[in-house]
Nanobody
Framework: QVQLVESGGGLVQAGGSLTLSCAAS????????MGWFRQAPGKEREFLGA????????YYADSVKGRFTISRDNAKNTLYLQMNSLKPEDTAVYYC??????????????????????WGQGTLVTVSS
């Protein structure tokens, strides 16, 4: 099973940019579809986007479409989340997740009977106004 470690979180001003990384170790990274999620204080975990095993296709939640970009480098076993035009409401703990099935990543936050095979531990992003 792959293990995931997020990094790159921190404090950024509104309008700024930040790139998060999710480093994978263990089982073959390229055998997993990957996704990014976030959880703000007092709120449910939210799906942000997902990427196929090859990186050829990406899917985004409407809340971040056009501002966030997901990419992966299978040679480096790393997933990325490029975040632009950040807003105070983007403040949250950001998590990466892995599952062999892309659809599971998309629905896991809305289907209580589903869970991902692997979650990272999260990294905090704080956007100041």
């Amino acid at each position: 099973q792959v293990q995931l470690v997020e990094s790159g979180g921190g404090l950024v001003q509104a309008g700024g940019s930040l790139t998060l990384s999710c480093a994978a170790s263990g089982r073959t990274f390229s055998s997993y579809a990957m996704g990014w999620f976030r959880q703000a204080p007092g709120k449910e975990r939210e799906f942000l986007g997902a990427i196929t095993r090859s990186g050829g296709s990406t899917y985004y939640a409407d809340s971040v479409k056009g501002r966030f970009t997901i990419s992966r480098d299978n040679a480096k076993n790393t997933l990325y989340l490029q975040m632009n035009s950040l807003k105070p409401e983007d403040t949250a703990v950001y998590y990466c997740g892995a599952d062999p099935i892309l659809h599971t990543l998309v629905i896991v936050t809305t289907d209580k009977d589903r869970d991902l095979e692997v979650w990272g531990q999260g990294t905090l992003v704080t956007v100041s106004s």
